[in-house]
């Protein structure tokens, strides 16, 4: 089945930093990479997504890259604010044999972002 | 906008007690999901539901079962609650894919539901 690593597990920036999480994933099949974003006592709200067939994506102040080859992608946050603090889950989307598709995610950054 | 809601934020129960945890979908979704969250170790699924009477087991079944009567309910059920059991539980939704279409695995959660088991 798949594997999805993510770094750091604690990332604590300045505000207006930059921040960057990463993700590895082991399964080749695996064609669709979504973040989460989790705010305390709340469940986790997509935030960002790509696909397989492109490269990087951005949205405002946030980016995600894939770079297929390596089976890796990270999250990208431009200009951090305090509102930007929450943890941070990467995960991958397969198809699976019998049918369907398995979303398997990562095991999250807290993202601390300090005044 | 997606709205799914579980029954209770906070739950204490006693080692050995039959625990219901419920969730509940507005878009009409297809698909429905168990996961529980534990530090370090990300969000795990037990359950998922394609349809209603479906049931399909996730990584950690062990310990849980499920009930899926009505399309826009989904109920992760403890037959007999055990301490490991302690953990922020889940539910998410998700609309029926279509590849063809371009479609993504989004997937919509809840609040959660905090489970104590002394």
């Known amino acids: 089945g798949e594997n999805v690593e993510q770094h750091p597990s604690t990332l604590s920036v300045q505000e207006g930093d930059s921040a960057v999480i990463k993700c590895t994933y082991s399964?080749?099949?695996?064609?669709?990479f979504p973040w989460y974003k989790q705010e305390l006592g709340k469940g986790p709200q997509l935030i960002i997504d790509?696909?397989?067939?492109?490269g990087e994506k951005k949205d405002q102040r946030i980016a995600v890259t894939l770079n297929k080859t390596a089976k890796h992608f990270s999250l990208h946050i431009t200009e951090t604010q305090p509102e930007d603090s929450a943890v941070y889950f990467c995960?991958?989307?397969?198809?699976?044999?019998?049918?369907?598709?398995?979303?398997?995610f990562g095991t999250g950054t807290q993202l601390k972002v300090e005044l | 906008d997606v709205k799914v809601t579980q029954s209770s934020r906070y739950l204490v129960k006693r080692t050995g007690e039959k625990v219901f945890l419920e969730c509940v979908q507005d878009?009409?979704?297809?698909?429905m999901f168990w996961y529980r969250q534990d530090p370090g170790l990300g969000l795990r699924l037990i359950y998922f539901?394609?349809?209603?009477?479906?049931?399909e087991k996730g990584d950690i079944p062990e310990g849980y079962s499920v009930s899926r009567e009505k399309k826009e309910r989904f109920s992760l059920i403890l037959e007999s609650a055990s301490t490991n059991q302690t953990s922020m539980y889940l539910c998410?939704?998700?609309?029926?894919?279509?590849?063809?279409?371009?479609?993504?695995?989004?997937?919509?959660f809840g609040p959660g539901t905090r489970l104590t088991v002394l």
């Open positions: 539901s394609y349809d209603v009477k479906m049931k």
């Open positions: 790509i696909r397989s067939n492109v």
């Open positions: 998410a939704s998700r609309p029926i894919l279509l590849p063809l279409a371009g479609d993504a695995d989004t997937q919509y």
């Open positions: 878009m009409d979704h297809e698909n």
């Open positions: 995960a991958a989307s397969r198809k699976l044999t019998g049918g369907g598709n398995k979303l398997t």
């Open positions: 399964d080749s099949a695996s064609n669709y």
